[in-house]
């Protein structure tokens, strides 16, 4: 391009720039795969509908959040127990579901001292930076499988599979990639299409759960002959304790991380909770317009992502 100003001087600096720049974006390797204005669609719920922010409750208190990593007793991995306390500040009974997520994500920066053509260093904003791959995932209650999140139909599922497949295909990658599920916010969307399927959680007002009430897992104990052999293979499945007491129940979530080549643990955790009245309330405010003065509920009560401490011991 060739441009010219008022006094008949021609300039090529605007071409040159552009030649430039363009020379740049495209040898680094790194295509702009996530415009800023891009929507995303999910298989589980139209992201348009899906609201993150969870509405702050005073009846209520959540906290002292602690990690335990673990060995599991059948030898085949780790565990990582989520543990944290629902305070009553009535004295009410109160209903909740609870999704507990661990996961191992990168980044799709490619960080290799050999990368032959780095993301240039004068452009502020790099998009593989905002674009999240989930390698391994844990759900407590229950794992959710990819084909209930995406297929292949869903534009998301290619995008990130094409990510994927830059990042192994590399030429400074030498070692292989571990696979890639649904990213984190594909899950969020599920799980607001599925709130009633969270782990139910009582909260006790004044009066005392009884004895049958104190106490709720689903951990499986080793048969005799899994005694016999010191083998207990079916506790990769134990997935939640929970501990009520008196306007206080103590919340603990356990998620597996099988051994596995190039093993890593996990460094996400997120904790979603739902109030059970409310999304009834919603589900029959949802069905219809609403009044003069009213509010639309949102029946996500808290939402907190979790950075898993990389010096997190073993115990």
Same mark, same amino acid.
């Given at each position: ?5 008022? @006094? ?26 996530? &415009?800023? &204005?891009?929507?995303?669609? *999910? &298989? ?9 922010? *969870? ?35 009535? /004295? ?17 920066? =490619?960080?290799?001292?050999? #990368? ?10 790099? !998009? ?9 995932? @844990? ?23 094409? =990510? ?6 590399? *030429?400074?990658?030498?070692? #292989? ?32 759960? @009884?004895?049958?009430?104190?106490? @709720?897992?689903?951990?499986? *104990? !080793?048969?005799?002959?899994? %005694?016999?052999?010191? %083998? ?19 919340? /603990? ?19 979603? =909770? ?10 029959? /405010? ?10 639309? =509920?949102?029946? %996500? ?15």
């Amino acid at each position: 391009m060739i441009l010219k100003n008022i @006094s008949g001087k021609i300039y090529l600096t605007l071409a040159a720039g552009l030649i430039i720049s363009g020379i740049f974006t495209t040898g680094s390797g790194q295509p702009n795969i996530r &415009t800023e &204005t891009e929507e995303h669609s *999910a &298989t589980a719920v139209n992201v348009k509908s899906y609201t993150p922010i *969870a509405t702050p409750d005073a009846r209520f208190s959540i906290k002292n959040f602690n990690f335990v990593r673990r060995f599991d007793s059948g030898g085949l991995g780790e565990f990582l127990d989520v543990v944290f306390d629902i305070d009553n500040n009535t /004295q009410d009974e109160m209903n909740f579901f609870v999704y507990v997520l661990a996961f191992y994500e990168t980044d799709a920066v =490619i960080r290799t001292g050999g #990368n032959y053509v780095p993301y240039p260093t004068w452009r502020n904003y790099d !998009p593989d930076a905002y674009n999240f791959l989930t390698h391994y995932i @844990s759900i407590s209650p229950a794992d959710v499988t990819d084909d209930k999140i995406w297929n292949e139909e869903d534009p998301d599922f290619w995008r990130f599979k094409k =990510i994927h497949e830059r990042i192994t295909n590399h *030429a400074t990658t030498l070692e #292989n990639v571990p696979v890639f599920h649904p990213p984190y916010w594909k899950y969020l969307a599920y799980i607001y299409a599925n709130k009633s399927s969270g782990l139910p959680v009582k909260l006790f007002g004044n009066k005392s759960p @009884s004895e049958e009430e104190s106490f @709720s897992t689903n951990y499986v *104990a !080793p048969t005799a002959e899994e %005694m016999k052999k010191k %083998m207990h293979p079916g506790v990769v499945n134990h997935k939640y304790t929970i501990n009520y007491a008196k306007r206080k129940t103590f919340v /603990q979530t356990h998620h597996h991380s099988p051994f596995r080549p190039k093993y890593v643990f996990f460094n996400r955790v997120a904790v979603i =909770i739902y109030d059970a009245d409310k999304i009834k309330k919603a589900e029959e /405010q949802s069905g219809r317009e609403l009044k003069p003065g009213e509010d639309k =509920i949102e029946s %996500m009560v808290f939402k907190r992502t979790f950075t898993v401490p990389k010096n997190l011991k073993n115990i």
